[in-house]
């Protein structure tokens, strides 16, 4: 999620290097000839099994096609070069990658209909499991949560295409997706707490104002994987809260105590007011504080016939019509105060002009990461200036 400064990732550098490094490698076609490559040759495999990782990686969270599918098939041969060269959990960590290109060049398709695509989120999601099945040894907290995570984007595409605000509970396939996308989300924020609380944590006062803060000797960072992941598990709930219409009052509770737990989390990552964890945690609360409004959940659905292509760009959209609604009601608000208020002394302080305010909203974040932090550091952005409630 870079800054608008940093719209390019120079990952990408990396991985367009890689593809077309295949064919200097030679690893295109099938190998014919046996016997060992030498020192130099591994090195090339071992760099080019690294950009497909990050490449992969780096597409799944941004909702990109990933720039190394067309090469996939490759990714056997090096293996049977490479494979006493790296663990069995980076072997299942390429398994998941893998995976993650079969669900886009699988589903990411707007011809296939409703019901088309919850039978393909069911066959890839079996196609998943199974993967997690075949883990032999006792997998790290990082695989479980690539894992994890694997299965929330899966679980969530079918939200992406939403056109009511209720999701129909006659369609018993996209209900029980979105209950095990729901189940998901709440496993990767207990696993974030856990994490969190395995170190010591500033006040709740002091993460809010971001004073001067006096930091203990060790000072905890993650990577930039976690704290997507995190966000997706966030908004996801957010959207369910708002989309579920019998949902039990459990699990709504439930919800809500989770999503609570994702924005303190972003909040404890914070070092600094308007870093990328604290916007992100406005943004989360944002989500949240509307998703059971009556108006404001109406946005929460999308009948423009152009789904988004993560839940985090889904969550720019609804944000997005949430805050053009209130801008626009603000401005109806200055525009009855300004009439009424006409004929007022001179000393009087007078409120801004109508087109002053709404100038303030026109120009609007597109469906892109990059302008997630613009629209969130804003100033008239003040939704989360109070305490979490």
């Not at 504080?289 to 999308?302: G, L, T, V």
Request: with cysteine; aromatic share 10%; glycine share 4%.
């Amino acid at each position: 999620m870079p800054v608008a400064r940093q719209c390019d990732d120079p990952s990408w550098n990396y991985c367009n290097l890689a593809v077309s490094a295949v064919q200097q490698i030679g690893i295109h076609e099938p190998i014919h000839t046996e016997g060992k490559r030498s020192a130099q040759s591994i090195a090339y495999l071992k760099s080019w099994i690294g950009c497909f990782v990050i490449s992969t990686e780096l597409a799944t969270d941004y909702g990109f096609p990933p720039p190394m599918s067309l090469v996939t098939g490759r990714l056997p041969i090096v293996k049977s070069y490479t494979q006493s060269h790296f663990s069995d959990e980076f072997w299942a960590r390429c398994e998941l990658q893998q995976h993650s290109i079969r669900v886009f060049t699988t589903l990411y398709d707007n011809s296939s209909t409703k019901q088309l695509q919850m039978s393909l989120v069911g066959l890839l999601e079996r196609d998943l499991d199974s993967l997690g099945a075949n883990m032999k040894t006792r997998v790290s907290q990082r695989y479980h949560i690539d894992f994890l995570a694997a299965k929330l984007r899966l679980c969530s595409i079918p939200s992406l295409t939403l056109i009511s605000k209720e999701v129909e509970t006659s369609n018993t396939q996209e209900w029980a997706a979105w209950y095990r996308g729901f189940h998901v989300a709440i496993q990767l924020t207990t696993i974030y707490t856990s994490l969190r609380s395995c170190y010591p944590q500033r006040p709740a006062e002091e993460l809010l104002s971001h004073e001067l803060q006096v930091h203990g000797a060790e000072t905890v960072h993650y990577p930039k994987h976690f704290f997507r992941v995190l966000c997706i598990s966030g908004m996801y709930l957010a959207k369910f809260l708002a989309v579920g219409c019998d949902t039990q009052p459990q699990e709504r509770t439930l919800a809500r105590n989770k999503i609570k737990e994702v924005y303190e989390n972003f909040l404890a990552w914070s070092k600094e007011e308007l870093d990328e964890p604290f916007r992100t945690a406005r943004m989360i609360g944002l989500l949240s504080r509307h998703a059971e409004d009556k108006i404001s959940s109406e946005y929460f659905s999308n009948d423009s016939g152009d789904p988004s292509a993560t839940i985090v760009d889904d969550s720019l959209r609804i944000a997005r019509k949430i805050r053009e609604r209130t801008a626009a009601t603000q401005a109806d608000t200055a525009s009855s105060s300004l009439t009424a208020n006409i004929d007022k002394p001179e000393g009087q302080p007078r409120l801004p002009r109508p087109d002053a305010i709404s100038s303030e909203w026109s120009d609007w974040l597109p469906n892109t990461y990059d302008d997630l932090f613009a629209f969130l550091a804003s100033p008239s952005n003040n939704y989360f200036d109070e305490p979490w409630i």
